[in-house]
């Protein structure tokens, strides 16, 4: 079993829909919880950032973390095409960072 | 820009030649990460420094894998004797000294070994 489980896709949404990414994982140690988002041959970008279980929303992202059942998830609202890239949740215990494999996502005009 | 600088952002050689990159983190960045991405996967983590100092490495990162960072500034990672398994995405990435602040990447470096 993989420490950091994220379903690859791909996932193909229409323009405007609400998109939910998911991932699990095993460490329950991991305290930090990050979402990048990666466009095709560029280097990851910082999403979101979270410590504690709950939500945290910034624009038509919303992070939500779940430490009892160790499942965190991304929520993009009002999709545009513009989201299209694979987004990859990360997470951390010092300097341990762990990343899932990325979930491709297209959303379509 | 004021981000994580990769050069060169695409490397392509022959089995067997060395190849050197270069990272220039963000300016007031202490610590510099190097991660290995393949296609469909995730960053594998490589090699990280604070300051100068190396302070842990992967056991991915073999003996013909070398990094750098002599003046706590930019950063070298070099490849001797390159496979066709060392063909993907080296990136670089850095962050403030505080323990769990989060990473910021650079573009990369794609390397294609023929």
């Known amino acids: 079993q993989k420490e950091v489980e994220q379903d690859p896709g791909p996932l193909s949404v229409p323009e405007g829909a609400i998109v939910s990414l998911n991932c699990t994982y095993s460490?329950?140690?991991?305290?930090?919880f990050m979402w990048y988002r990666q466009y095709s041959r560029k280097g990851p970008e910082l999403l979101m950032y979270?410590?504690?279980?709950g939500n945290k929303e910034d624009g038509r992202f919303t992070a939500q973390v779940d430490k009892s059942s160790k499942y965190i998830s991304l929520f993009i609202r009002d999709s545009q095409p513009s989201d299209s890239a694979t987004y990859l949740c990360?997470?951390?215990?010092?300097?341990?960072?762990?990343f899932g494999a990325g979930t491709r996502l297209t959303v379509k005009p | 820009d004021t981000g994580v600088s990769q050069d060169p952002r695409h490397k392509i050689t022959k089995r067997g030649q060395n190849v050197t990159f270069r990272c220039d983190p963000i300016?007031?960045?202490?610590?510099l990460y190097w991660y290995r991405q393949t296609l469909g996967q995730g960053p594998e983590f490589l090699t990280y420094?604070?300051?100068?100092?190396?302070?842990?490495k992967s056991r991915l990162l073999s003996d013909r894998f070398s990094a750098e960072r002599p003046k706590g500034s930019f950063s070298t990672l070099e490849i001797q004797r390159t496979e066709q398994g060392d063909s993907a995405m080296y990136l670089c990435?850095?962050?403030?000294?505080?323990?769990?602040?989060?990473?910021?990447f650079g573009n990369g470096t794609r390397l294609t070994v023929t």
């Open positions: 990435a850095s962050s403030l000294l505080q323990g769990n602040s989060p990473l910021h």
């Open positions: 460490n329950s140690a991991f305290q930090y």
């Open positions: 979270t410590y504690s279980s």
């Open positions: 990360a997470m951390r215990l010092n300097n341990d960072m762990r």
């Open positions: 300016s007031e960045h202490n610590r």
């Open positions: 420094f604070q300051n100068e100092a190396q302070l842990e």
